[in-house]
């Protein structure tokens, strides 16, 4: 079974440039997260989907970032325009049904904005 | 403020000796408490798990004891392994954040040959 894809795996951008991510959750998992990972920290939760609908986003800046999940399957992240502290690792996760403790987390995106 | 602490980034342990991380936690709210383990270029994955009606779990070599009063968990891994090297996560959730994973900085395990 292949696991959360996530496409780009590096981005280089200077800042006020716009970016996106893309994320493939797991086949089935209805349940999809986006987190952000800064250098040195954990990660720290963006926004939460419930198949299409975004129940949890109080932690998304949403002045410059917009994130989509069209038909409850893949996402989109995206930054516009981007600055210097958005460097960081963005990582997409699912989650199937009940299992909310288990999350399969892609092996993310690194960002980095000069 | 950091709800879950790990105060040590990191740790180095000879093979085949007991690996011990540690997390605190301010948030009395908490119930659910987790391990992910990371490898570099690669996402955290799920090792071990503990509600807070119990004080210990164990999973293989994994251990995790959980002491609520001193809002304390701590991982074991028995014996330790090279392939054991990695960035070590602690998370920690309650039902009323929406069983929101709220993560610790991380530990830095390096299991020496």
């Known amino acids: 079974e292949a696991g959360v894809v996530q496409s780009p795996r590096y981005k280089i951008i200077e800042k006020k440039q716009p970016v996106a991510f893309w994320c493939n959750p797991i086949s089935g998992h209805n349940t999809l997260y986006w987190y952000r990972q800064n250098l040195g920290q954990g990660p720290e939760l963006l926004i939460r989907?419930?198949?299409?609908?975004?129940?949890?986003d109080s932690q998304l800046p949403k002045d410059r970032f917009s994130a989509e999940r069209l038909k409850g399957v893949d996402s989109t992240l995206k930054i516009q325009p981007a600055e210097l502290g958005d460097s960081a690792v963005y990582l997409c996760?699912?989650?199937?049904?009940?299992?909310?403790?288990?999350?399969?987390f892609g092996s993310g995106t690194q960002l980095s904005v000069l | 403020d950091q709800q879950v602490k790990q105060n040590s980034p990191s740790l180095s342990v000879q093979e085949g000796r007991i690996s011990i991380l540690n997390c605190d936690y301010t948030n009395s709210m908490f119930d659910y408490f987790l391990w992910y383990k990371k490898y570099p270029a690669e996402g955290p994955t799920f090792l071990i798990s503990i509600s807070s009606i119990k004080d210990k779990n164990e999973d293989g070599r994994f251990t995790v004891f959980l002491n609520k009063s001193a809002k304390h968990l701590s991982l074991h891994i028995v014996p330790s392994q090279p392939g054991d090297s990695a960035v070590y996560f602690c998370a920690a959730s309650d039902v009323r954040s929406a069983r929101q994973l709220t993560f610790g900085s991380g530990t830095q395990l390096t299991v020496l040959p």
């Open positions: 996760a699912s989650s199937a049904g009940q299992g909310w403790e288990k999350l399969f």
């Open positions: 989907y419930e198949n299409e609908e975004a129940v949890d």
